[in-house]
């Protein structure tokens, strides 16, 4: 099995954002997420295959050639078969795990993006985090924004835990940050969605984010 990594083509490497128009017709931009992921792989000695239907024909390999040398995309192979691999990177597949309502997975799958999974509703995007803490004026917000350590006061909040992976920056903790908690497995949708000011109860203060 060696270091290798499958990585899909439509949807990963390519964005298909046009849907598809033929197997050698690829007329839309890469994620340069997943580009600059696949270039770390490389320099830290995985073995990174391209494996698309896409391969079925001749005409769908040189395409995908053509694609990944017109934008600079190094990777190790591009074919149809799928080879002995620690990971395979697909916007279309679920991972199975043991005792999972495997069935519901499956009806229920939708393909989407990450960042799109994680938007917040729309009349939640300009929720203030001090909502119902009238002691917390103005200056204090603006506070947090100088001098890092003003966070201190938020001390049990989900902001301030290292559990806690942010979306955006200092400024929208102030608007509303929200990100992802880390503290327990993911489910089939990743890890669980959380506001900035939230709090489960096992906080483990982070002093770098305070």
């Given at each position: 099995?060696g270091?290798?990594i499958?990585?899909d083509f439509?949807?990963v490497i390519?964005?298909?954002d046009?849907?598809?128009?033929?197997?050698?017709?690829i007329q839309?931009?890469?994620?340069?997420?997943?580009?600059?992921?696949?270039k770390a792989?490389?320099?830290?000695g995985?073995?990174v295959i391209v494996?698309?239907?896409r391969?079925?024909?001749p005409?769908?390999?040189s395409?995908?050639?053509?694609?990944?040398s017109?934008?600079?995309i190094?990777?190790d192979g591009?074919?149809?078969?799928?080879p002995?691999a620690?990971?395979?990177?697909?916007?279309r597949?679920i991972c199975?795990?043991d005792?999972?309502d495997?069935l519901n997975a499956?009806?229920?799958?939708?393909?989407g993006k990450?960042d799109?999974?994680?938007?917040p509703?729309?009349?939640?995007?300009?929720?203030?985090?001090?909502?119902?803490?009238?002691?917390?004026?103005?200056?204090?917000?603006k506070?947090v924004?100088s001098d890092?350590?003003?966070?201190r006061?938020e001390e049990?909040?989900?902001?301030t835990?290292?559990?806690f992976?942010?979306?955006?920056n200092?400024?929208?903790?102030?608007?509303?940050?929200?990100?992802?908690?880390?503290r327990?497995?993911p489910t089939?949708?990743g890890?669980s969605i959380?506001?900035g000011?939230d709090?489960?109860?096992?906080h483990r203060?982070d002093?770098n984010?305070?």
């Amino acid at each position: 099995m060696g270091k290798t990594i499958i990585f899909d083509f439509d949807g990963v490497i390519h964005s298909n954002d046009s849907g598809w128009q033929g197997i050698d017709v690829i007329q839309d931009e890469p994620i340069m997420e997943v580009v600059e992921v696949i270039k770390a792989l490389r320099q830290q000695g995985y073995e990174v295959i391209v494996v698309s239907t896409r391969c079925s024909e001749p005409e769908g390999i040189s395409a995908i050639n053509d694609y990944l040398s017109k934008h600079d995309i190094v990777v190790d192979g591009v074919q149809a078969t799928k080879p002995p691999a620690l990971v395979t990177v697909d916007d279309r597949c679920i991972c199975y795990r043991d005792g999972m309502d495997l069935l519901n997975a499956i009806v229920s799958f939708k393909p989407g993006k990450l960042d799109e999974d994680m938007e917040p509703e729309e009349n939640d995007k300009e929720e203030d985090i001090y909502a119902g803490y009238d002691e917390y004026d103005e200056k204090d917000k603006k506070q947090v924004i100088s001098d890092p350590w003003a966070g201190r006061f938020e001390e049990m909040r989900c902001q301030t835990c290292v559990n806690f992976c942010p979306k955006g920056n200092v400024v929208s903790m102030i608007k509303g940050q929200f990100g992802r908690c880390r503290r327990n497995a993911p489910t089939m949708k990743g890890f669980s969605i959380v506001w900035g000011k939230d709090w489960c109860g096992e906080h483990r203060l982070d002093e770098n984010k305070i």
